[in-house]
């Protein structure tokens, strides 16, 4: 087994997450500048060997630290400011380039920032690059052909998850102690499940609107963050809601910690592909139930709430997003994008919607539709805890799209099983660190509530992670950040 790979130090940086290093900002502690020149030189000692950034900007990071501690940018107040980070490669930043993972993208450099990555920045956050994915975000593992391959830092044969591997390895290693991630399939959730971090896929609608969704026929696109610590997470989602509220939905407002009340929380373990979770999955779901049972829960089995066919429809839906980026790639990417150079995934996906795109207009209704029986089976539930993957995170090599399609696709719905509904549904999920694997690679539980309630979610996971707080790479275990309030917004 190869020895985990990380950049923690005694610098700046140190252990801290991103608002004890806010904290410290703003007493004046440390600079700006001196956390985003620690930042970079972690980032220069581990990228070689994990593959974390598509594209690095540390001059640009360097002159913005710089015009924070002189006080001459534009963020004020805002919480995080000078604390470093990434943005996914998906989502433009000017002066930066976009691939999307892929060969296809020329990379050339974005002359606009994108609305999401305004509001992200808007929270005063330094950013040092671009994170790396998979090609268009299509993948469960973030191994693009003819690039480094992001691997974990617990141990780097294995896959970081996808599609925000790089932005997961980052903060896993201690490069960056938040990165931007968004989650179309469980692209925020599944690389935090593989790395050991917090994951939190907002309601749809939470935060602004990324530039895909606009065209989709069902959005199911969210962005975030993945964090090391609770609070990071609530503390991002509250500066987002003061940055930008949605009509319609509930605000979430300050979350500083476990609220008390006692919660019915319905238990699925296995998904409704047909596969049966793997044994180690379905342990860390039923120890996660029973803790919370002693804790004053009440755990109930409950069904999958959703019609039979929604895997099957689920995929079709996927294979017309890859269809749609092969075929209208140069409207959708750049004037020079070409199809010849997509990966084998891609080609897959697009080949199964071409014989397969007249099932179309009955599964998006089919799909429209999960919203309504997911709300209507939580009528007497505050959430849902389910594994987040079928199985442990794989070795590098099991979910590449060089392995033959109907192999490939096989492996990924039996691996991939759980958190696609709450993108269709538009409800907000989480994954949690619940331990570690006989390997010594995390494993994480999954959590779903109502549409609008992401404070449900906050809540069960300052109590997980004030009763059971969970080790960061390289197996260290984290100070309980929830017993903490300073940094918490008020």
């Known amino acids: 087994m190869s020895e985990p790979v990380h950049a923690f130090a005694d610098d700046a940086l140190g252990t801290d997450d991103a608002t004890t290093l806010a904290q410290r900002i703003r007493r004046g502690d440390v600079s700006a500048a001196e956390l985003t ?89 330094v950013c040092l690059g671009k994170s790396s994915m998979p090609e268009f975000g299509f993948n469960a593992t973030t191994e693009p052909p003819g690039k480094p391959a992001a691997r974990n830092p617990w141990n780097p044969d294995y896959s970081t998850g996808a599609s925000s591997g790089g932005a997961a390895a980052l903060v896993a290693a201690g490069v960056v102690p938040i990165a931007h991630a968004n989650d179309g399939g469980g692209s925020i959730r599944i690389p935090a499940a593989c790395c050991g971090l917090v994951g939190l896929k907002p309601s749809r609608g939470r935060l602004v609107h990324n530039d895909a969704a606009a065209a989709l026929p069902l959005n199911i696109l969210s962005d975030g963050i993945v964090s090391r610590s609770v609070r990071d997470s609530a503390n991002f989602l509250a500066q987002a809601e003061q940055y930008f509220h949605r009509r319609g939905l509930p605000p979430i407002g300050n979350v500083q910690g476990p609220s008390g009340k006692s919660l019915r929380i319905g238990v699925v373990v296995d998904s409704i592909t047909g596969h049966r979770t793997d044994p180690e999955i379905r342990e860390v779901v039923e120890t996660t139930a029973r803790l919370l049972e002693t804790l004053g829960h009440t755990l109930v089995p409950v069904e999958v709430p959703v019609a039979s066919t929604f895997s099957e429809d689920f995929a079709l839906y996927w294979a017309f997003l890859a269809f749609g980026a092969t075929t209208n790639g140069r409207l959708m990417f750049h004037r020079e994008f070409d199809k010849r150079k997509v990966d084998g995934l891609t080609r897959g996906l697009s080949k199964k919607f071409r014989k397969q795109f007249y099932h179309l207009p009955q599964a998006l209704w089919r799909l429209r539709r999960s919203a309504q029986e997911y709300e209507a089976a939580l009528d007497e539930l505050d959430a849902v805890l389910t594994p987040v993957l079928g199985h442990p995170t794989p070795e590098l090599g099991h979910l590449s799209p060089e392995v033959p399609f109907e192999e490939l696709f096989d492996r990924l719905v039996r691996y991939v099983g759980f958190t696609p509904l709450a993108n269709t549904t538009g409800a907000p999920a989480i994954a949690l660190p619940a331990g570690l694997s006989k390997n010594g690679l995390p494993l994480s539980v999954h959590f779903m509530s109502r549409h609008g309630d992401e404070r449900t979610l906050l809540d069960i996971a300052y109590t997980l992670e004030a009763e059971r707080p969970w080790a960061h790479c390289p197996g260290r275990v984290a100070e309980n950040q929830a017993g903490n309030r300073e940094g918490s917004i008020g």
């Not at 990071?61 to 004020?76: C, F, Q, T, V």
Request: positive net charge.
């Open 37 to 125: 020149d620690a930042a970079i030189k972690r980032a220069r000692a581990v990228d070689h060997l994990l593959g974390t950034f598509a594209s690095t900007a540390f001059d640009m990071a360097r002159a913005y630290a710089l015009r924070i501690d002189a006080g001459s940018d534009s963020k004020g107040q805002a919480f995080f400011r000078g604390v470093p980070t990434a943005i996914k490669d998906n989502t433009d930043v000017r002066g930066m380039p976009t691939r999307h993972g892929s060969d296809a993208v020329p990379g050339s450099i974005a002359s606009r920032t994108s609305p999401v990555a305004r509001q992200l920045m808007a929270q005063g956050l």
